[in-house]
């Protein structure tokens, strides 16, 4: 018996899947327990020249309707027509592999039950984190804790350009421009630069931990673009690397807070070293108490590594795996008020801090020409955090990872 | 329908396995998709206080003849009567998960082997790392690599000794000491200060990755207990942390070359900040690059944590997972000589090093008083460094972590 399987989209990932495969077919066979085959690559450009031109096809129905393909890997991108081809695929009982990190977080839920009910998979371990190995992990290796916070570096882009600042002491938009320049930020890096990707990627993370589907927009989202280098080597001198952090935990009230926001993490956190355009995600749980998965978040063979990976799984299993999956949301009441978000927080201000603040004591002063950066001892809420900031007139603040 | 499990030892790694599972039950039976309940656990001793009394046996035939019992989770240590027990319970058809190291080390394949024969499971996902999920994500989630080199801090007490030589500037004998009274080290330290434990881990990551048996006495194995402080100092000033890492690389003549030594580890690698009793292992394949897994390498919860994960996935499957397996080896024919292993080398000498080393240039030297350290350029086997230590009088030499 030989299974199966198309590939949709030959673009970066979809090409780097094709070619990861041939590279090792040998030994994912071994893998897989059964021979295994591309028989369909999706894509409505030619590529007269490929070694495997013969597999092209322009025409998604003749995947759909070949009942010899069990399993697809889909690297198109976008929610449609992503979405429709996928759910027509699931519904004919083809499971599906995917790293479209927007289609996960917009549509998850309703991918997830078509599959349940059609007794195949959607597999999504490409859409968080490229090559890192989280989502399995998630739910299979850790399925005996109660987890009840993950924090990640989840976007490289943005790790890179933070990294420059730190190492390099360059200025956002200098970095922002070399990044650009290296491919690693898009022509509009919006979407990275903003936190909006790293957003996705926390909403499947808090979908698949706490059971219930979180969509971006109930997600409190803020980015890298107002960090000044000031922020950045004061942050050094207090002891922490300033990271955009996308950060999941649940609060004393039961209730769910997913957040993205630029955080202080402590030089002795592991994840303070998490350089370039390296991602990782630390969870925490009651049994393990911290671990850490760290690797190349995006890139052609990282990614294909991950959705080949899936495909591999597919391969393997004709039931549903129903640990991985979540269920749909009413309505965001499970999500916590950003205001509630604690933590110990990071200010700079160009005027005296000491009276007025309301802070009991701080941990330590930063003092650079005409103006002070500080951290608290105390843990404050977001709202509290927010009301001195107004007092100070502060020109940053940013939360403490803890 | 409930799944009926056993626990072979109530010492600190089995009554965690008890004390974890009933604390998130409810959680674990969702992601198993059926009732679970412990319905023996083996013990010599008497346990008159434990809530759970009526579970005790100190019969190992109650539970082998038990059908209703289908999985167990082996938390007794050492080679026997593990291996014997677990043979057996195997060939009942009875899966077994285990964070017996020593015992998956050194009978590892004639245990994989009887699950197959028996349509059943042998897990040890606890045996390496604690707590850290690196043996599915090895054989499932990175399925789609050649993965080529894997090299990890896998001993946490000697780690916590080396941090503390590092952070606190503790000589090894005073932080041998300390990590006694902490509970870290045994009274005998032998097996993790002098790379035994260490070893034994990375023979089942070896033999997982490679698909071969390696024994711990193929394995070149060397401890931490020759390190000095003005090494750990001198290394830092050159740009490095002395790490205990346990390696294992596929070399250019196809055989494959497991080593423990103390390492210097680049201060940019991530696994320079990998510190105390934490754990971690950095896997390279031609998709993913590297990937790091890190987390805490024992301890109660931690390791209970791995065991139940396996518990839960043995559970789920009624059927082997052949990809998580290997074949017994003939001989070690398919292991390479320490003395091909290749690397830059750090050596501490006293004399004046530059005339007669036949180093044709040196990376950086830093002079203390009347010694020096240096790094070379140059990668050379553990044969020439050692004929060069011996040319030169060092009083230390040890490989870069590449």
Not at 10 to 37: P, Q
Not at 66 to 77: I, L, N
Not at 214 to 220: A, E, H, I, R
Not at 238 to 250: F, Q, S, T
Request: hydrophobic share 40%.
């Amino acid at each position: 018996m030989s299974a199966k399987f198309a590939v949709l989209g030959h673009g970066v990932v979809g090409s780097g899947v094709v070619e990861l495969f041939y590279k090792n077919k040998n030994s994912i066979e071994n893998r897989a327990g059964t021979e295994m085959d591309i028989k369909y690559i999706l894509d409505l450009r030619d590529f007269p020249d490929s070694p495997y031109k013969d597999k092209f096809t322009k025409n998604f129905d003749d995947i759909l309707n070949d009942d010899e393909v069990t399993a697809v890997a889909e690297c198109m991108g976008g929610v449609e027509p992503a979405f429709t081809f996928i759910k027509a695929l699931l519904e004919k009982g083809k499971s599906v592999s995917t790293s479209n990190k927007e289609l996960v977080a917009e549509k998850g839920d309703i991918l997830l039950k078509t599959a349940k009910d059609n007794n195949c998979n959607f597999f999504f371990e490409a859409s968080v984190g490229g090559a890192i190995p989280i989502i399995r992990p998630l739910h299979r290796c850790l399925a005996a804790n109660n987890i009840y916070k993950t924090a990640g570096i989840l976007n490289g882009t943005t790790n890179f350009i933070l990294t420059k600042m730190y190492n390099d002491n360059m200025p956002f938009d200098e970095a922002l421009k070399l990044a650009q320049e290296l491919g690693y930020a898009e022509k509009d890096p919006t979407a990275d630069v903003e936190g909006h990707d790293a957003c996705r990627k926390i909403c499947i993370i808090s979908s698949l931990v706490f059971g219930k589907h979180v969509y971006p927009k109930s997600v409190y989202t803020k980015g890298i673009s107002e960090i000044q280098l000031c922020d950045v080597s004061s942050a050094d001198i207090l002891g922490y690397a300033i990271k955009l952090v996308a950060e999941v935990k649940r609060n004393n009230n039961g209730k769910i807070l997913p957040v993205v926001m630029p955080m202080l993490v402590p030089h002795e956190n592991i994840m303070s070293g998490v350089s370039d355009v390296f991602n990782a995600v630390l969870v925490y749980g009651d049994g393990i108490d911290q671990t850490m998965f760290y690797g190349r978040g995006a890139g052609k063979l990282p990614t294909a590594s991950a959705v080949l990976g899936d495909v591999i799984e597919a391969v393997k299993h004709n039931v549903t795996v129903f640990s991985q999956s979540w269920d749909s949301a009413e309505d965001d009441s499970f999500i916590d008020s950003v205001e509630n978000f604690s933590a110990r927080w990071y200010f700079r201000t160009s005027s005296d801090h000491t009276p007025s603040t309301g802070i009991s004591d701080t941990y330590d002063v930063h003092e650079d020409g005409t103006e002070y950066a500080f951290v608290t001892y105390e843990v404050l809420t977001f709202a509290q955090a927010k009301n001195i900031s107004e007092k100070i007139n502060a020109l940053a603040f940013f939360p403490v990872l803890d």
